[in-house]
């Protein structure tokens, strides 16, 4: 059953084939790159690649903009090479998951294309139209201040098709079941090649009624449920990861009452208000968002992570809330995007504060659900203004102070390296970072290694613990008669915090420290005081001498000089 449910104590890393590693020298990304640094994800710890979109595309969306769900991108190799890629990962331990880009297609995918043709095309029904221009053409844009419209007129077709994206991505008909039929066929597909997974996007949209006459779209939420259950059958573990960045009401909805639904989503909602408890130090909100966020069934899991390769969207905080934020990590207008977000990545957001970096990884690997890794962030990359849009925070992997980056041997990589400034390639690489026992990506190896060893994050109950102190978040989880203790200071200056652990009798009188040897015995009334450096975090194992002297991995003599130092 553990097996099945590997996702709930996994560490997953998130890349793009075509900014990763490049091994033919065309200044693009390939899989035969990827292959070459698999020892180094194995060695970062991650248990679960993440894949990007690398199927053919114009490229017009990043690969977002698909134009063939059956095959590999020829910049970035053949079926071949990909296959090579899964069976290289599953040598060392490493699942793989994969974009699944079903809401929409490239304009230029041969359905559309033959859509396009003919009323009587069977491809026609496929996608989404209207004789007349509807009158809400104008709502609804994902991309408000770059999309004029999700209404575009073809005049090959005569008549205007529906696209909730850029309007060279038609939105499939998914309410057809010949539809439906061909998503199962892609994943089947996949599956058949190594995949353990999907990472589904923009999944309301997916699942969402279509057309001219649609005024308020409903979720047919028994299109999940399809997926599910065909995974279930070609391979049981195989999971579905949903972009789905809804209300907290509605997150059983996509889960499923009985977990018969969507494997994971990400927590959209307590990763906004994580950035608001990083700007004001305020963790009450967060608090609150987690406690929003608890309910869900017992397979079920959340995606922790901090920045991904879209913008952060901080569009369900409060206008005081996101103005907060703003001011803090995103000042200038240009750091900005769609009214909503943020589009910078963290280490620059974060003014390069090793502290506060620490901070924030600690608490995304502390958070419940499991977290999921920007590639490059283990370095603490930056990001290129310069470049428009969301591609500012997409630029390719820094490994050493080779030129370019050590990406590519051309001296024109498909998206330019960040070669000046404190995030150039010459002082933030993986390289340089390697032989630093106290660099960043070392720092991210041993958290990573140590978040796998307190799987009651991933399986078991929180509790927030009251601290007194709205700058510190306490939270303790239990599993399996074993528990753990996070505690975290969001603020600039120290603070102190008393606070009882909260389990019966005397079992949260020891707190042993997981990272350092600053072990923590509770007072006679059973409360602990912690000083908290700035930023400072503590991760614990709660448990008095007796519960130590029955862990097998803990000799007599070690269990003793704990509790001595206690």
């Known amino acids: 059953m553990i097996d099945d449910l590997w996702y709930k104590n996994g560490v997953f890393y998130c890349l793009s084939v075509g900014t990763y590693m490049d091994a033919n020298g065309d200044g693009i990304g390939d899989f035969k790159g990827l292959l070459r640094r698999l020892d180094y994800l194995h060695g970062l710890g991650i248990t679960a690649i993440w894949l990007m979109p690398f199927q053919p595309s114009p490229g017009r969306d990043d690969g977002y903009d698909i134009s063939d769900y059956y095959g590999v991108d020829p910049r970035y190799g053949t079926l071949g090479d990909f296959v090579e890629f899964t069976h290289g990962c599953r040598q060392r331990g490493i699942r793989v ?178 950035f608001y408890a990083l700007a004001s130090a305020d963790s009450r909100p967060l608090a609150k968002s987690l406690t ?125 390296v960040i070669d000046n ?26 958290i990573i290694r140590m978040r796998k060893e307190v799987p009651e994050v991933g399986w078991g109950n929180f509790k927030i613990i009251a601290t007194r102190d709205p700058a510190v978040l306490a939270i303790r989880y239990d599993w399996r008669n074993n528990s753990v203790l996070f505690v975290h200071n969001l603020d600039e200056a120290p603070r102190e915090v008393s606070f009882a652990v909260g389990l019966p009798g005397k079992a949260g009188n020891l707190l042993v420290n997981l990272l350092t040897e600053d072990h923590s015995r509770a007072t006679e009334h059973g409360r602990h005081t912690l000083l908290l450096e700035a930023y400072g975090y503590r991760w614990y194992r709660v448990g008095g001498l007796d519960y130590l002297l029955k862990r097998s991995d803990i000799d007599a003599d070690a269990a003793g000089e704990i509790g001595h130092a206690a």
């Open 97 to 274: 998951i994969i974009d699944l880009v079903v809401n929409h297609t490239s304009d230029q995918h041969s359905w559309f294309r033959q859509a396009r043709r003919h009323k009587d095309s069977p491809y026609r029904d496929w996608y989404v139209w209207s004789d007349r221009k509807p009158a809400n053409a104008d709502k609804g844009m994902v991309f408000p201040g770059v999309q004029k419209s999700t209404w575009t007129h073809d005049n090959e077709a005569r008549a205007w098709y529906f696209h909730r994206f850029y309007d060279f991505q038609p939105d499939l008909n998914t309410s057809n079941p010949y539809v439906q039929a061909e998503i199962l066929k892609i994943m089947g597909f996949w599956i058949q090649l190594g995949v353990s997974g999907f990472r589904m996007d923009a999944v309301p949209f997916v699942i969402a009624t279509k057309g001219a006459k649609v005024r308020k779209p409903i979720e047919q939420y028994d299109m999940l449920r399809a997926f599910r259950e065909f995974l279930q059958w070609r391979q049981g573990n195989a999971i579905i990861l949903a972009e789905a960045n809804v209300l907290p009401e509605t997150d059983m909805e996509y889960f499923g009452r009985d977990g018969d639904r969507m494997h994971m989503m990400f927590n959209f909602h307590v990763n906004q208000h994580l």
């Open 292 to 416: 929003a966020t608890k309910p869900r069934p017992a397979t079920a899991q959340w995606g922790l992570f901090l920045r991904n390769h879209d913008e952060l969207d901080l569009g369900r905080l409060t206008q005081a809330q996101r103005e907060a934020v703003f001011k803090a990590f995103a000042p200038e207008t240009s750091m900005q995007l769609y009214d909503r977000g943020i589009r910078r990545r963290l280490a620059p957001m974060l003014g390069g504060d090793r502290r506060r970096l620490e901070l924030t990884y600690s608490l995304m690997c502390t958070l419940p659900g499991t977290p999921v890794i920007r590639y490059g962030d283990e370095i603490a990359m930056g990001d290129s203004l310069d470049l428009p849009e969301r591609a500012c925070a997409r630029t390719p992997m820094q490994w050493s102070t080779e030129l370019q980056a050590g990406f590519t041997e051309s001296d024109h990589p498909c998206t330019p």
């Open 421 to 446: 400034g404190p995030y150039g390639y010459e002082h933030v690489n993986a390289a340089k970072q390697r032989r630093d026992p106290n660099s960043m990506l070392n720092w991210t190896e041993r």
